[in-house]
């Protein structure tokens, strides 16, 4: 259980501090500043990478053992997986008009703004479910049987940004985040809206 459970919690704090940059620098072109494409590019690469690949099919396979048990929280359940699909559409879709605007092609700015803000903002409240209502739900009533099925069935693997040496396609990225950690830290220990993966990062 705790493996599986503190695997899927750190990709949380993860995500948090993905989406907190992501929310920093779409204000930034909101305020009329340069837009850092480059950089919204690398963090929808990500996003639309290694969450959407592995973290979210892991939660699926976790949920749908969590609802045989506990039938009564199947329309939740089904909810946060209904979830699951659209974040993958708003991220591919704020992917492409990232990419589009890299092209030249003519893009409001604010067409960016809005559709960032979305696909973050749906993330963050996803998250929030999860950590606050489903989370603790299967750490109580699934058994250990449960447990050992899911670890047969659920596969390892390492986070391409935050689990592999510097030297690989996200390398510029992690050292975007470090940066942005470190001179924003109060910042994101203040922050109150993913409860207890921001307080996972140990303030």
């Known amino acids: 259980m705790t ?16 989406s907190s940059l992501a929310f920093h620098e779409l204000a930034k072109i909101e305020a009329g500043q340069t837009a850092e494409l480059d950089l919204l590019e690398d963090i929808m690469c990500y996003v639309t990478g290694f969450p959407d690949t592995h973290h979210h099919p892991t939660e699926d396979i976790l949920f749908e053992r969590l609802k045989l048990r506990v039938p009564e929280a199947t329309d939740d359940v089904d909810t946060i997986l209904f979830e699951h699909q659209r974040m993958i559409a708003s991220g591919t879709r704020f992917l492409d008009l990232i990419r589009a605007a890299k092209k030249d092609v003519v893009i409001v700015r604010n067409d960016i703004v809005l559709t960032g803000r979305a696909s973050f903002t749906l993330l963050e409240r996803h998250i929030s479910i999860e950590e606050r209502q489903l989370f603790p739900l299967a750490q109580h009533k699934l058994t250990v049987e449960d447990w050992v099925q899911l670890g047969e069935r659920i596969e390892q693997r ?24 470190f001179e924003h830290y109060d910042e994101l220990c203040r922050a109150s809206r993913l409860s207890s993966s921001i307080l996972a990062l140990r303030c």
Do not use: K, T
Not at 3 to 18: C, F, K, T
Not at 174 to 181: D, K, L, P, S, V
């Open 3 to 18: 493996g599986i459970l503190e695997s899927l919690r750190q990709d949380h704090v993860n995500m948090a501090v993905i």
């Open 158 to 181: 390492p986070d391409s940004l935050f689990d592999v040496p510097l030297d690989n396609y996200y390398r510029r990225l992690r050292n975007r985040i470090e940066a942005y950690r």
